[in-house]
C-alpha cells in the first residue's frame, strides 16, 4: 500500500532563505507527482505536477524534482516571501483512475 | 481562469441527518472527485466518478455515502445518516482526461462539514 511521508513537518525560516521541502512515498510504480499549497481552512491549489518520465519542473520561484528510484521529491522555495507561508502538500498518482495519495503535508513559516 | 466551485462553503447539520454537498466541476473535465481532510490529518480519497458511474472507491465510502451527477454541470456527495466522524473538510476535484502522462486534479474549496 502506497504510504507518502512528508518531512519536517513544519519549518520556520526567515524571509530570504532558499528552502527545500521533502516527500518520500514508498511505491516507486507512481504515474506522476503533484504539489499543492494549503492556506489555513482554504482548499488545495495545484503548484506543479511533475510526470513520471521527468525529473523535474519548475515554475517561478519553485523548482519541484522526482526520483522514482529512491522514492522522494522536493520542493525548492527560492527567496522565501512572508505571503509563501502555508501548509505544503506532496501526493501521488495511485489507483487506476488517478485518485491521489496525500501526504500529511509541511507547515512553512517564512518570518519578515 | 475555469475553477471548481462547491457549495455550501460550511453545512452544520444534526447526527442522523442526511447532507448532500454540491460540486460544480470544470466544464470539459471528464473524471471526478470527492476527498476528505478531517482536522489535522491528511486528505483521503473517497472515490472517483467517470462516465456517470463509480469508477474507484476507498474503504472510507461505505454505504453511508453516494455520489451522483444529476445534469451536465454538477456533481454532489450525499451522506444519508452523517455521524459526528463525517464532521471534516470536503473537497471536489476534475480532471481533463486520465493518461499517464498528464493527470493534473484540479480542487475545490471545499466544504466544512460539522456533525453535532
Known amino acids: 500500500k502506497q504510504e507518502v511521508t512528508q518531512i519536517p513537518a513544519a519549518l520556520s525560516v526567515p524571509e530570504g532563505e532558499n528552502l527545500v521541502l521533502n516527500c518520500s512515498f514508498t511505491d516507486s510504480a507512481i504515474y506522476n507527482l503533484q504539489w499543492f499549497r494549503q492556506d489555513p481552512g482554504k482548499g488545495l491549489t495545484s503548484l506543479l505536477l511533475?510526470?513520471?518520465?521527468?525529473r523535474e519542473q519548475t515554475s517561478g520561484r519553485l523548482n519541484a524534482s522526482l526520483d522514482k528510484s529512491s522514492g522522494r521529491s522536493t520542493l525548492y522555495i527560492a527567496a522565501s516571501q512572508p505571503g509563501d507561508s502555508a501548509t505544503y502538500l506532496c501526493a501521488v498518482y495511485g489507483g487506476s483512475q488517478g485518485n491521489l495519495i496525500f501526504g500529511k503535508g509541511t507547515k512553512l513559516s517564512v518570518k519578515p | 481562469e475555469p475553477e471548481v466551485t462547491q457549495t455550501p462553503s460550511h453545512q452544520v447539520t444534526q447526527m442522523g441527518q442526511e447532507v448532500i454537498l454540491r460540486c460544480v466541476p470544470i466544464s470539459n473535465h471528464l473524471y471526478f472527485y470527492w476527498y476528505r481532510q478531517i482536522l489535522g490529518q491528511k486528505v483521503e480519497f473517497l472515490v472517483s466518478f467517470y462516465n456517470n458511474e463509480i469508477s474507484e472507491k476507498s474503504e472510507i465510502f461505505d454505504d453511508q455515502f453516494s455520489v451522483e451527477r444529476p445534469d451536465g454541470s454538477n456533481f454532489t456527495l450525499k451522506i444519508r445518516s452523517t455521524k459526528l466522524e463525517d464532521s471534516a473538510m470536503y473537497f471536489c476535484?476534475?480532471?481533463?482526461?486520465?493518461?499517464?502522462?498528464?493527470?493534473?486534479?484540479?480542487f475545490g474549496p471545499g466544504t466544512r462539514l460539522t456533525v453535532l
Open positions: 511533475i510526470q513520471s518520465s521527468q
Open positions: 476535484a476534475s480532471k481533463e482526461v486520465n493518461t499517464v502522462t498528464y493527470n493534473e486534479q484540479f
